[in-house]
């Protein structure tokens, strides 16, 4: 099994920054991806974050510029760096690892911390 931890959420203004960071733990192997999704009231889960082994990164162009993902492979651990915050980032963001154990593919997520931005 694989445990996920995030920390760093809560109440900023516009404009204004936040660190997330998750940790993982447990069972890690062959990591896939470490990504960041976040879930608003009434709106589907959006991947905002992803890096991938090779550590290539993604972003749609709703946060691209804004944020940033960043991975550290020694500690299992996958940050969120969130600039130029709107308070249409407000949302609960969920930490993703997803494991390669060829042929399948395990997904773990996080319990989601919530970043509210006021306006």
């Known amino acids: 099994q694989v445990q996920l931890v995030e920390s760093g959420g809560g109440l900023v203004q516009s404009g204004g920054s936040l660190r997330l960071s998750c940790a993982a733990s447990?069972?890690?192997?062959?990591?896939?991806?470490m990504n960041w999704y976040r879930q608003a009231p009434g709106r589907q889960r959006e991947l905002v974050a992803a890096?991938?082994?090779?550590?290539?990164?993604n972003y749609p162009d709703s946060v691209k510029g804004r944020f940033t993902i960043s991975r550290d492979h020694a500690k299992n651990t996958v940050d969120l760096q969130m600039n130029s915050l709107k308070p249409e980032d407000t949302a609960v963001y969920y930490c993703?690892?997803?494991?390669?154990?060829?042929?399948?593919?395990?997904?773990?997520w996080g319990q989601g911390t919530q970043v509210t931005v006021s306006s």
């Open positions: 993703n690892v997803r494991l390669r154990d060829p042929p399948r593919l395990y997904n773990y």
């Open positions: 447990g069972r890690i192997f062959n990591i896939a991806a």
């Open positions: 890096i991938i082994s090779g550590g290539r990164t």
